[in-house]
């Protein structure tokens, strides 16, 4: 963007949120570039709502065709019959959002996510991925922290009426207000790959269920080798069964993973669009906060279920 | 979750949005994902430029147009087999009455004033559908679930008014004020101390009011020096152009004595300044000393060509960043540009203005205005950008926040309305625990009634759900429990009765008062034109000499036909009310019987009464509201206050049950809303002393 101060343009369309978080916060933003891959409800949830903060670029990949399905959860593809006539899912997200903020740049990044270098995460800020495998989550995650700049690093899922979103800033400082005092503070975050390691047992004591289950399910994809939500009610046995042998490699009482709560997650796979709202609502407050650096970042896990409607915060980390 | 079954429920469900703002946009957009098929959405409001940094569903091109039906194009067009029925009109409008509610299945407010919310509150139990009350300012938020008979409605607790300024503080002393300045640098604008609120009031309240507005309003601009009645007798001409001068002149003679001979009168009343820093006098042959004041003509030829809505004294005199923040030369200059286009070239609108946070002019004049009050007094002076959220109550507002509230109200909506039987929990109230910055919520424009969440209890919960509270027994609003009225009956007139207790502080938009079984008085469009007249007689007739004299011991029945709400009003006669604390002259209680709680009440009265300008609007407010914003929400401290020490699950160490607490906690209120001179900031001090009481 242009220098140090925002134009009379953004001055105007901003107003409102840079009374929230202030003009540097707001120039920051503009200067930042976010890619995000993997384009279901929640992911478009959380670009709609960076787009409106207004970063400077947002990258989008995610090159599956248009289905009924894609379409159902997603308001940013106008309604078509032709099911956007061929395009795929980040080319008509894309057409969308433009509108949404002229001042944003958005673009379309084509192939696999897993095709990509460490230095195509070179030029970006952060880094979301949502709707993918254990193993993208990890690899793409390596892949930021190889990186000599700090790029932000958050996956997404959501699956039936329960959400996570995992935070990794590495190592992060920022300036917190305590009492009429700024003191400096400093995170220091696992990768994915070292979060999950961590034996069940040595976490502390209630930490949510929804922690435990979506490590099953992820589990059970990649060893059956399925698509990320590609599951249904004829898994249940098989993720029953690996509950429980996993709850015994990691000595954790089985009734830490309720069979109910593996059922929902197992039989509808489908995004419920009120979740996505939310976790869209709180990935995008946590991912202005990171380039902002205003604020308490999420560190580093967060699970939503609408069944309590408890927003937990967990802090599984090896440090 | 979603089962054939409960998503056929789902379609089946009749919903009705009020509000297509900030949360709106999110709501009916979530709604339709969700799988809802008709859903109706009342807005009164067109789109602004401000709104599309969030309301997502409008796009520059749709400035000026309905929200309400703007948002219905844009939603059809990714869910084209739906129905979305708009309504670009007032809730309050008497079409939108009981029977029209009964039609829905649950009611969601996105609304962004109390008046509103009330009226939708009283109108939801009337035809006894669930109400999903919301609210949201900058990152926290709230979502509140109301059923009639099973939790508290809207109004259960307390809902005070905005905080207003009364006029002899404004008028007298700025630096009184308590500097509460609490995160100075986590947000820079939020470095105003509430002198300069103070200083906003001023301009905008007293002296625009008084040069642009309603020239027959009471106003208290001039001081009162100590020989009150001479001075207000002849100041009353100083603002009224006078035949032989020109703009200049006439511009030059208003700064002198608002901001010079009125501060030298001041400074007469030693007393005042005893303990306080004072003032100087500024005159305009100081300030502009090195340059030849402009004289009437100049200014004329460059202003020709602008058309009236970009009338800007910024343009005119070359200033651009609205973040910077002007010299006490600049904003003279400011001063004088600005009152010289208002009567130049928007003459015709001069006697009817009043201030508007969109009229650019208007806010480049109160900024100035109160710029240079502010350099007399001493207090740091504040750009274009900060004074104008101030002034016009800026609401705090970003996308995320009103997405995650669309999300947990179609949750929300959906227990309530459903019987979702793998959801086995009640409803719930939601907060959004301020995604931890929390010291935004002590922004100045604001009281924000939300910082408890600074002692949230479990660090863990951004979002924490809270269950609803039972319904309070002694609420007007929801029960029967009558009102109690203290006023003089042989001086206040039924015009007082109606404007100062029914209309403003009752909430009722067509009232009907009777007596017995006689009626005093009734607003209706089918009144036949014997009625009106007498109607109107009776208005200005004193209570006691009413055709059904009211007096003490009498018990008077208010009611609102649309809203369906009926309130019994005891009467108690009072001889004497202070002026300052009780300028209504009139106590109404009827929130908590408790007597502990009088003064609490008469303080809030007190705050009521004073006239400004914002407590002559609807009384706005937290909430995203499309900007009109102002203080505190009670409602939403209340229950969440309360709620956090309900959850017994979630709170480990919580110790005693809910009601004890609560009962205390009202009575515990501090009490520094006593105080002659009222603090935005106030709210906050009071959440964080009632949350650490509650």
């Known amino acids: ?319 | 979750m979603a089962s054939g079954q409960q998503l056929s429920a789902i379609k089946g469900a009749k919903v009705l949005m009020v509000g297509a703002g900030g949360i709106g946009c999110e709501l009916l957009k979530t709604l339709a994902l969700s799988g809802f098929h008709d859903i109706h959405i009342i807005d009164m409001d067109t789109i602004e430029v401000s709104n599309l940094n969030r309301q997502f569903l409008f796009r520059q091109s749709h400035v000026g147009q309905s929200k309400a039906k703007v948002a219905r194009d844009a939603v059809l067009r990714f869910r084209p087999n739906i129905s979305i029925t708009p309504y670009h009109a007032n809730v309050k409008d008497s079409s939108f009455n009981v029977d029209f509610f009964k039609q829905f299945s649950v009611v969601l407010n996105g609304l962004d004033n109390l008046d509103a919310r009330r009226h939708v509150n009283r109108l939801c139990l009337a035809a006894d559908v669930p109400l999903v009350e919301s609210g949201t300012t900058g990152f926290l938020g709230q979502v509140t679930v109301h059923i009639k008979g099973q939790t508290e409605c809207y109004e259960c607790q307390p809902k005070p008014a905005p905080k207003t300024y009364p006029v002899c503080t404004i008028t007298s002393t700025p630096s009184k004020m308590k500097g509460v300045v609490k995160d100075p640098d986590l947000l820079s604008i939020d470095h105003h101390g509430t002198g300069f609120v103070h200083c906003i009031v001023w301009a905008k309240d007293l002296l625009f009011a008084k040069l642009f507005g309603d020239k027959k309003q009471d106003n208290d601009l001039n001081v009162r020096s100590n020989d009150a009645a001479t001075s207000s007798d002849h100041s009353e001409d100083i603002f009224e152009p006078k035949k032989d001068e020109d703009i200049q002149q006439y511009a030059n003679r208003v700064y002198d004595h608002v901001f010079g001979h009125n501060i030298q009168t001041a400074l007469s009343n030693e007393e005042t300044w005893k303990n306080r820093n004072k003032p100087r006098p500024i005159y305009v042959k100081e300030v502009l000393s090195d340059e030849p004041i402009q004289q009437n003509g100049n200014a004329e030829k460059s202003l020709v060509n602008d058309n009236l809505s970009s009338l800007s004294a910024m343009t005119y005199l070359g200033l651009k960043n609205p973040q910077d923040i002007w010299s006490l030369k600049e904003n003279t200059r400011v001063f004088f540009a600005a009152l010289k286009l208002f009567f130049s070239k928007r003459q015709k609108e001069i006697g009817n203005l009043t201030f508007d946070k969109d009229d650019s002019l208007a806010v480049e004049f109160v900024t100035a205005a109160a710029n240079i009050r502010a350099a007399s007094f001493n207090i740091p002076l504040h750009s274009l950008f900060e004074a104008k959220g101030i002034a016009g109550n800026i609401v705090h507002a970003v996308a995320t926040t009103n997405a995650i509230i669309a999300g947990l109200i179609v949750i929300e909506a959906i227990k309530s309305y459903l019987d979702v039987a793998m959801w086995t929990c009640r409803v719930t109230c939601y907060n959004i625990s301020g995604m931890k910055w929390t010291s935004f919520s002590v922004a100045g424009t604001d009281g924000v009634g939300m910082t408890y969440c600074l002692e949230h209890p479990s660090r863990k919960m951004l979002l924490m759900p809270v269950e609803p509270f039972e319904p309070n027994e002694s609420c007007y609003v929801c029960s029967e429990t009558p009102l109690l009225l203290e006023v003089n009956t042989n001086r206040a007139k039924l015009r007082d009765l109606v404007e100062k207790v029914v209309t403003s502080k009752l909430g009722m938009s067509l009232p009907l008062i009777t007596h017995g079984s006689s009626l005093l008085y009734e607003v209706g469009d089918d009144l036949e034109e014997d009625e009106v007249a007498n109607y109107a007689a009776n208005l200005e007739k004193v209570l006691s000499e009413l055709p059904y004299a009211i007096t003490g011991g009498t018990i008077i029945t208010v009611e609102d036909l649309q809203q369906e709400l009926v309130c019994n009003i005891n009467i108690k006669h009072r001889e004497e009310f202070d002026e300052e604390k009780e300028p209504d002259g009139m106590v109404l209680h009827g929130w908590t019987p408790a007597p502990a709680t009088e003064k609490n009440e008469d303080a809030t009265d007190n705050n009521n009464g004073a006239s400004t300008s914002s407590a002559a609007k609807p009384a706005a407010d937290v909430m995203e509201a499309d900007d009109e914003l102002s203080i505190i929400e009670p409602g939403i401290e209340t229950i969440s206050a309360g709620g956090k020490k309900r959850k017994l699950s979630d709170v480990p160490n919580s110790e005693a049950p809910l009601d004890e607490k609560r009962a205390k906690k009202i009575p515990e209120k501090p009490e520094s809303d006593g105080d002659v001179i009222v603090m935005l900031d106030d709210g906050n001090d009071d959440i964080r002393d009632s949350s650490t009481v509650v």
């Not at chain 1, 599956?64 to 395009?87: C, K």
């Not at chain 1, 202005?288 to 937990?312: C, E, H, Q, R, T």
């Open chain 1, 1 to 319: 963007m242009n220098g140090e101060e925002l134009t009379e343009q953004e001055t105007a369309l901003y107003d409102r949120q840079i009374r929230v978080w202030g003009v540097d916060a707001q120039r920051r933003l503009s200067k930042s570039h976010v890619f995000v891959s993997g384009l279901k409800g929640t992911a478009v949830e959380f670009c709609k709502n960076i787009v409106l903060a207004g970063v400077g670029s947002l990258t989008l990949n995610d090159d599956n065709p248009v289905t009924e399905e894609a379409l159902s959860a997603n308001f940013l593809i106008p309604f078509d019959e032709n099911m956007g006539g061929g395009g795929s899912l980040a080319g008509l997200c894309c057409d969308c959002l433009k509108d949404f903020n002229p001042m944003v740049h958005v673009s379309v990044e084509k192939g696999d996510l897993s095709s990509f270098d460490v230095d195509f995460f070179q030029k970006f800020d952060v880094v979301v991925i949502s709707c993918c495998s254990l193993a993208a989550k990890k690899s793409v995650n390596e892949k930021c922290r190889k990186l000599s700049k700090r790029v932000a690093f958050y996956t997404v899922d959501c699956r039936d009426s329960c959400g996570e979103i995992f935070v990794d800033l590495q190592k992060y400082a920022y300036a917190k207000k305590k009492a009429d005092e700024t003191v400096e503070c400093q995170l220091q975050y696992s990768s994915f790959e070292e979060a999950i390691a961590i034996p069940w047992r040595s976490l502390p004591k209630r930490v949510s269920k929804l922690y435990f289950a979506m490590r099953v399910v992820e589990r059970f994809e990649e060893v059956e080798r399925r698509k990320p939500g590609e599951t249904s009610i004829e898994d249940l046995p098989k993720v029953l069964k690996l509950r429980n042998e996993l709850c015994l490699a990691h000595s954790l009482n089985e009734s830490q993973i309720p069979d109910s709560l593996l059922e929902r997650l197992v039989v509808s796979t489908k995004e419920f669009p009120p979740v996505s709202a939310v976790l869209g609502g709180i990935l995008g407050q946590e991912v202005i906060k990171a380039i902002s650096g205003k604020g308490d970042p999420l560190k580093n896990f967060f699970f939503f279920d609408a069944v309590d409607g408890k927003g937990l915060i967990e802090d599984i980390s090896t440090s």
